[in-house]
């Protein structure tokens, strides 16, 4: 085990004894990941009965050794302990997963494992056959599971809120719902503002057909100029780009549309920006939360940051124009490739392939359907009627099928109840973490333009990575920033970009 920087030896016996049970969990749960990827990019179709059956023994394990009545004793010696700042982060890092899970029966556990390792295959042949109600019954099975699990933790509060701490533990729901409320009420004006502007953005890349070939050479191009580790990453593909891993080997998936190269270039660099996160954890606290990421929101801001404040730049797009003119034989200059990775889709039904803008009232609708759902308000035969009348009220446009619309995203698979609003926490905070980098670096558009990269990921590394999860999300957007969390700089963003982009 490696050595770590806030050296255990001079803390307790009791402190040394929970570390150790807790890095032996944290290993089965990293190795859960690495089945859990394989299953997803590697694992032959007929495989998913017995991998359901070894992740849902690993997880019972992973809860066996959480909820071990020595790390229960371990954390009651150590409550009135004298620790340092990052052994007290430890310790109630470790006392927050060991009460939830304490709260939650094993066999309960190991059957939302299983079933949602069966429920990634179930929900890829109903997708593919664009028929919801090959995904109903499973589905309906894991909202009461996930209903289960809140009852056990709380049963005096709404399900939804307590499962969505499983994701930001830190902003409570009410943030959540206060940024997303405030989103819908400023960006769908700008929409629609928009949409009734004279400016046409172009769509340089319609009509042709992109080998994938092509775009892979492209995306591992991109990796390259952006510093991606290839000695401890790999890039494969999966029928819904994620990243799955660790300090010492993190992997990125992405996906191929032979029509829209844009898809996989943004969804590449989003994947990049979760990895990148993970391979700058600390390397000496692997196994304990000082080497683990702080939670999804800020996950997703180190996505979202480097697909759009980096990726959908215009000094990107100055930058690799010569490759993506060359891969893919198009005729259009930096300006107009800029444009056209920026334009805002009144047509576009699918969240991963969504604009900046229209992105949010994507995951508004998930989070209304999601919160619904699980609090018994929405029964899951009506989910395609609900999701296809939200997509018509927020953003106008109407799935004319299932794939398209309420099966086109694989977190309800995994029984991921309360995941979707980090995306949009995460935005937000990736526009107040860049606003602040560029505080204090300075012409950042001059660094991307010409392709150093070093300056915004060693800010990166020294206000974000390196904290692992000593802080809590709200602390460390204010040690990061010197401001508490807020919509402003978002906000203050897209309408500075897209007011420039469509003359408004």
């Known amino acids: 085990m490696p050595a770590t920087t806030d050296d255990a030896t001079d803390a307790p016996q009791a402190y040394r004894e929970l570390l150790e049970h807790y890095r032996r969990y944290s290993n089965l749960n990293k190795a859960s990941g690495v089945l859990s990827w394989d299953q997803q990019v590697m694992m032959p179709e007929g495989g998913a009965p017995a991998r359901s059956q070894q992740l849902s023994t690993l997880s019972g394990l992973q809860h066996e050794l959480l909820t071990d009545e020595a790390v229960g004793d371990a954390l009651e010696a150590l409550a009135d302990a004298d620790l340092s700042d990052e052994q007290a982060a430890v310790v109630r890092e470790i006392r927050r997963e060991y009460e939830r899970s304490d709260a939650v029966p094993q066999e309960l556990v190991e059957e939302v494992t299983a079933t949602a390792s069966e429920a990634i295959e179930v929900w890829e042949g109903a997708k593919a056959d664009s028929d919801f109600s090959q995904f109903a019954p499973t589905l309906e099975k894991l909202v009461e599971l996930r209903r289960e699990i809140a009852a056990h933790i709380d049963p005096d509060r709404e399900p939804y809120a307590v499962l969505f701490e499983e994701y930001e533990p830190y902003l409570d729901l009410e943030t959540a719902e206060r940024v997303l409320t405030r989103l819908r009420e400023e960006l769908v004006p700008l929409i629609e503002d928009i949409g009734e502007s004279d400016v046409t953005l172009p769509r340089a890349f319609d009509g042709g057909s992109y080998s994938t070939d092509a775009q892979e050479s492209l995306s591992r191009d991109i990796l390259d100029r952006l510093n991606y580790d290839w000695e401890r990453g790999r890039l494969d593909t999966s029928s819904h780009p994620f990243t799955s891993g660790s300090q010492f080997d993190c992997r990125v998936t992405t996906r191929f549309l032979e029509d829209d190269p844009l898809s996989a270039l943004t969804a590449t660099i989003h994947e990049f920006g979760h990895a990148f ?228």
């Open 277 to 504: 996160y993970n391979l700058g954890l600390s390397q000496d606290h692997y196994g304990d939360p000082l080497g683990e990421s702080r939670d999804l929101s800020v996950h997703e801001s180190q996505s979202r940051l480097w697909e759009n404040h980096v990726g959908r730049s215009q000094p990107f797009w100055e930058l690799i124009g010569d490759d993506v003119r060359e891969t893919f034989d198009v005729d259009a200059d930096d300006e107009t490739l800029y444009e056209a990775a920026n334009v805002v889709y009144d047509d576009n039904l699918i969240r991963v392939d969504a604009d900046e803008l229209t992105y949010h009232m994507h995951i508004i609708v998930r989070f209304e359907i999601e919160r619904d759902l699980v609090n018994g308000d929405l029964d899951v035969e009506d989910v395609p009627e609900v999701w296809n009348d939200k997509y018509e009220q927020y953003l106008g446009i109407r799935p004319e099928n299932d794939a398209e619309g309420c099966l086109q995203d694989i977190h309800w698979s995994y029984g991921n109840f309360g995941y979707f609003p980090t995306y949009t926490l995460g935005s937000v905070m990736a526009a107040q973490l860049y606003a602040a980098a560029e505080d204090d670096l300075g012409d950042l558009d001059g660094d991307i333009r010409a392709g150093e990269f070093e300056a915004l990921q060693e800010w990166l590394r020294e206000n974000v990575h390196r904290h692992g999860a000593r802080y809590t999300t709200d602390e460390l957007v204010e040690v990061a920033t010197g401001e508490s969390y807020t919509a402003d700089y978002f906000l203050e963003y897209v309408t500075e970009k897209y007011g420039q982009l469509y003359d408004l």
